[in-house]
């Protein structure tokens, strides 16, 4: 049992593929919080109550413009498609929109821990609201690649005859 998760792990996760879907994953998580924080920063009113559903909605914002720079960094460099279609982009889009909702309601409710439950004022320790996303964002790695790999293999040979992007 151990050797075929082993064997599972190593020919998934230890790969030149997956180390440079990891190596996105950095550019594109920088790009999240980036634009998190921007967000957040801009509509927190420091009244506590609001401060989980800024954090869905700062979330929801960044992941949206994260995803836009993962399709294509990605497309390019690790699944190399052989044809990149509207059908394709939309396909890796529904992906990342169920990774979004997921990924939003852990942010949220890691949120929610951080202040609530260990009592962290984000007033005081600014770097800490950057917590709930990243743990959010980081459960799901595993997941996306091998869901991104199944649809960039589905929807690589397909071509479309109007619009390719």
Known sequence: MLNKIW?????????KKFITFGTIGVFNTFIHMA?????????NNNTGLMSSFIAFNANAIAFIVASTFSYFANAY???KPKHKTTMQF????LVFL???LVSSLLAAGF???VVRWLEIDYSIYPAA???APFL??????????????????????????????
Do not use: C
């Open 77 to 79: 460099f690790t699944f």
């Open 7 to 15: 064997l599972f792990i190593k020919n998934n996760f230890i790969t």
């Open 35 to 43: 634009v998190y924080g921007i967000v957040y920063n801009l509509f």
């Open 129 to 131: 609201k950057y917590i």
């Open 136 to 165: 959010a964002s980081a459960l799901l790695i595993p997941v996306a690649y091998l869901s991104l790999n199944i649809v960039f293999k589905k929807t690589s040979d397909i071509k479309e005859n109007k619009t390719n992007i």
């Open 90 to 93: 939309s396909a890796v889009f």
């Open 98 to 100: 169920t990774r979004w």
């Open 111 to 113: 949120d929610f821990a």
